[in-house]
Every structure is written in C-alpha cells, then in structure tokens.
C-alpha cells in the first residue's frame, strides 16, 4: 500500500497564493483551538468536555439550551446568530435573540398543537431562517427533530413519516404539494404546517405557520432532557430494505460542541458557512447545534451551487470558515482558477470537506488559488460527529481523512475484530464510547445490533487503511451502498422505485465510478413484454425515480438488458453488475442461477 507522504502542513503555514496575477500574502494563521495533538489524544476523557457543556438542574440536558438559550446570558445575545440569504440573494441577519424569540414562539405553538416530548416533528423546508428556528423548537420541546431534505419526492417522504408515525410536518409553499401526494397513506400525521401557505388554499389538518406564530408567547423553558432521550433522528440508506432512522440524543451535543471546536476550529469572530442542505446529518449537526454551540455566525445560503454564487457569497459576507464536499470542490476547480481570482476571497482562513474521498489534486489546487490546504474528515450519520479528521494542528496529507479525534479510538480489524498491520487493508472499526454515537434504529433492533457484530467495535461498513503516521485511508465501502456527490443511496431504494413503473420488470442498481461525483447511479433494467428500449423510454424512468425519489437519487445512466445475474435464491448479483461495467474479473460465481 502506498503512502502519499507529502504533507500540507496547517493553515498558519500555508503559503504567498496568487490573485489575478499579484502575490498575495497571507495573513498569519490563528493558533487552532485545539493546538497539540499527541498529548491531548493520550490523555483525553469525554468526562472533560462535560464542563464545556451547560446542563440543567438534575443532571438533565438539552441541546437547543446549549445551542441557544445559553448564548442569551454569555454576551452573545446581539450578535449575529444567523445571515440568512435567499435563492434571490437577500440577506436577513438574526441576532440569538431573535433567534430565540422565533424558536421560542414556534415551541410554544407546537405546544399548544399538542406535541409532547418524544414526538416525531419533522422538518421540510428550504434552507430559510425557519428551517433553523423549527429544529430548535422541537428540540427545546423535547420532541425529536426529523430533518428532511427538501428536494426528496413522494416516496422518500412517505417512507420516513409513515416508519416515524409522524404527527407534524413543517413545510412550505413550494414543497407541500410533494406531501399532498402521500397525506393519504400517513394516518399518525395530524398536521401540515406550511410558512407562506395562501389562507384561502387551506384545507383540513393545514395550518398557516404565520398566524399559528403569531399569538404566542416568545418565552419558552427547554424541557429538561435525560441526556439518553432522543433529539433527532435521520433515515440513512444501507444496502437493503427501506431507509433506516438512525436515533441521536441529547448527549450527542457534548461531541457536537467539541468537534465544532477543534475540527471547525470556530472562534468567537468566526463567520461560518457549512454548504451542506440540514436535510443531511452535516446540516443538521454543523449547520444548527454544534457551531451555535460555539456561539459562532452561520451562514445560510438558499441559492443553488453555482460557482459564482458561492464566491461571491464568501466575498459579500467574508465567509471565514468553510465547510463543504469534494463533489462541490471538483466542480468549482472545473471552473477555473479564473473565477477563484475575480473574487477577494481573503477573508477565508479554514477550509474543510466531507462525505466521499477528497482526491489529493483537489487538496493541492485548494492549497494554489485559496492559499489553504483542505482539510478532510470522516463520519457518519451513525457516527453523529467528526471522528476521523486532518485536525488544524496536524499537517494535512492529501487523500487521507486524517486522523481519530481525542476520545475516539479507531481502528483497521479484520472480521474477528482483530487489529491488522499497518499499510494493510481492513474494515474501519471505532471503540464505542464516543458521546454522539446512534442509540437505536428506530423500532429495528435487529439492524441496530448489526452495527455490533464484531465483538467491541462499531463496525462502519467502510474498508481503510492506516499508515505509520496513524492516518487513516478510505478505500471504499464493504457493502453496495452508493455515494454519489456525497449522498448516501441505497441500490434497493433506487431498484424499488424503478420497478414500480410499468415498463420495467426487474432492475439491478450499481455506483459507477465518476470523476465528477465520485459516482454516479447506474441502473440495467430488463422490460416487461410489450415494451421496447429507446431513449425517450430511459428519460422517462429517470423522470419517475427523480420524482418518486429524489433529485440526487436517480440513475444518471440506465442500460436494457435481457437477463440480469441472480443467484439461485433470486437475488440480483450486484456485485457481477458492477464487474461487468468496470471490465474487472467477475470472481466467484458458482451461485449464479444459469450455472
Ligand atoms: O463511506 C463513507 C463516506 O460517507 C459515508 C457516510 O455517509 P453519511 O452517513 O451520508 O454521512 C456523510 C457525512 C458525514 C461513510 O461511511 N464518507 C464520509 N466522509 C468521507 C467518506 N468517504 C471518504 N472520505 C471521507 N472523508
């Protein structure tokens, strides 16, 4: 196995860049939060970070105080909690303390709809300030968030409210009529309520968020949690089955809070934008609870990804710690250094990325046109935190995810749980422990206890390696879970929606490797009778998944064929699909149905 062993050394060190030509010279780094590694990971206890966290009386927890109240009465309460700027590029600025009045209404009149603690509520809206005042408002309530990406369709929708049993959904305008097309399978949803809803259009279990907000009172205690009871859950896609709801607690905020400090390294000047939608687990935990926390500026950009767009909005707000993805990093490098040197983009001091592999070129074209190496972390949704990471102390080495944060202890076992050598490759395993590892799958005990099935790890799904400086490499997953752009998609999810279409009577789902999004959904298909192949038939299963789906779920490439692998028990063969489309040997295939 070989070792990139060229390192970027942290971002006080990086050098002079260039900007339209003139030299740039940048300006000193600051000390990183967290500034000597070996030390603090030798003698590190989770027990420590408690002090950094505020709990109520009893030993009881909440994770909104701690995002929000808390900021009220430590000198925080008139600085900019949130720039929000919308898909036109208007900008509204919330102080915590409007923040906190506009959580604080929307609890109370959650409240009086009934909503109790341990309540599913979930959340599907745009990124407008809402988004963010919704999240708290349950959790402050003691209900469990469910985040919701906004540009998920009917089925994905129906899927998680229905396996939750729900009781409200906030939407708005635009994305409510996706959940008129499912209302009638959610017998447990009492309610819809939608910002900016037209009180003429109405109908029977619909409320206006505006008039439910505006009679109610801007005080509201957060309910004193047990740090075990749930806070959210998110449905994450494995390699079968329907998407599973992964369950956080209240606890989970003690790693949220300590990540945002040493991994985002916020400080108290810091404005802070994460790109990641709050419908995914980067969101939600690094775009709400942990940089609140912190107490830092978050930046909420509506707009969709246009390289342009995001510059300009790192110039305008002199974004200085960035958080985004390697799918989002290549298309910005793809358009050009050019528009990287139009913007002053100075104002950046950290830049990090998540969710797939961060090609080390991507590092290096970071470190030539921002003067800023990347810094890569790995988790999971699973994981509810950072736990692998090129910290800010360490020199970064490009195509590494880094290494395991203070507290975590990770490692390269093989089946038995046996650690193996260095430089060889393994399954990713992590010690339990870490505070905001996933208590439950909600109501599938079953799936939980397969996160367990190595003796005394958490088995990840990932295959990595470790080098002799103890960083961690990703390899790939040890399953048929496709990443595509960073987000997560299950085979089975993609195959069931196709099949619901008439044309299609089987289909087999692949991630194909892709040099833009990592990979990309790939779909061989076989027709029932009486329909024939052609592209407009192809655009048209696209279309369905899309809608049925997501917007990011849907296979970019689909292929006809007359027979698919199967084994004698009738399951698709994935993994001779995706052999035959790389051209790679096809292995062992003694259980395939024609031997
Ligand atoms: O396969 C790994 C990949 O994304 C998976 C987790 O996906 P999700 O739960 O959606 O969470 C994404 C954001 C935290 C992992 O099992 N992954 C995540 N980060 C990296 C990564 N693969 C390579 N490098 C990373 N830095």
Redo the contacts with the bound molecule.
Sequence with gaps: MQTESKRIEGSQAAPARLRAGKEIVKKPGLAPNLSTYEQVYRSFDWQEAKKEIDYLSGGKLNAAYNALDRQLTNGRRNKVALYAVDAHEHLRKYTFQELADMTNRLGNALRSLGVNRGDRVFVYLPRIPELYAATLAIAKLGAVVGPLFSAFGPDALRDRLLDSEAKIVITDRSLKSKIDEVRQQLPDLEHVIIVGADPQALRQGEISYEKLVEQASDILECQAMDPEEPLYMLY?SGTTGKPKGVVHVHNDIIGQHMTSKWVLDLKEDDIYWCTADPG???GTVYSIFGPWSNGASVVAYEGRFEASNWYHLIQRLKITVWYTAPTALRMLMKAGDQMVYKHNLDSLRHILS?????NPEVVRWGMKVFGLPIH???????TGMQLIANLPCLAVKPGS?GKPLPGVQAAIVNDEGVEVQTGQLGRLAIKPGWPSMLRAIWRNEEKFQEYFRIPGWYT???NAWKDEDGYFW?VG?ADDVI?TG?H?VGPFEVESALVEHPAVAEAGVIGKPDPERGEIIKAFVILNNGFTSSQSLIEELQEFTKMKLALHAYPREIEIKETLPKTRSGKIMRRLLKAWELGLPTGDTSSLEDD
């Excluded at 998540?354 to 961060?358: A, Q, S, W």
């Excluded at 890569?376 to 699973?382: G, R």
């Design positions: 994450t995914w687990v980067t998540v969710g797939e592999p961060l890569d972390n790995w988790w999971q949704t699973e995810m990840t799904g990932d990703f997953r990443n960073g997560r």
